[in-house]
């Protein structure tokens, strides 16, 4: 259940799903419960649960499977090699928003 503690609720939820997959209790390739589940089990709004499940699958715990649900993540797999490929990807972005001000500001410039 979220207290009120001043914490966002999300972040309460989040927590204990996290705490629940390091501890083993949701293991890898476990589905978790329905976002209408744990608006019931948290006592608290979808929203607010669909806010914890995305913050953890942000943080790659977690894994959606479009039109079968979100399952708990084998942390064995790589998730390194998903960290290279948004690396590269922000490199990317860096260098492009890096050229695109570089011509902003020739043309403030002239």
Do not use: C
Request: proline share 5%; hydrophobic share 35%; aromatic share 2%.
């Amino acid at each position: 259940m979220v207290e009120n503690t001043g914490r966002p609720g999300y972040l309460q939820i989040a927590d204990d799903l996290r705490e629940q997959i390091r501890g083993g209790s949701l293991a890898p390739g476990d589905p978790l419960p329905s976002t209408a589940r744990l608006s019931e089990q948290y006592d608290a709004s979808l929203s607010v649960v669909k806010m914890a499940v995305g913050l953890l699958r942000n943080e790659g715990l977690v894994i959606g499977q479009q039109g079968r649900g979100v399952y708990v993540r084998n942390l064995d797999q790589a998730p390194a090699a998903d960290l290279a490929s948004e690396v590269t990807e922000l490199r990317t972005a860096v260098r492009d928003l890096s050229e695109r001000l570089a011509r902003i500001e020739r043309k403030l410039g002239d």
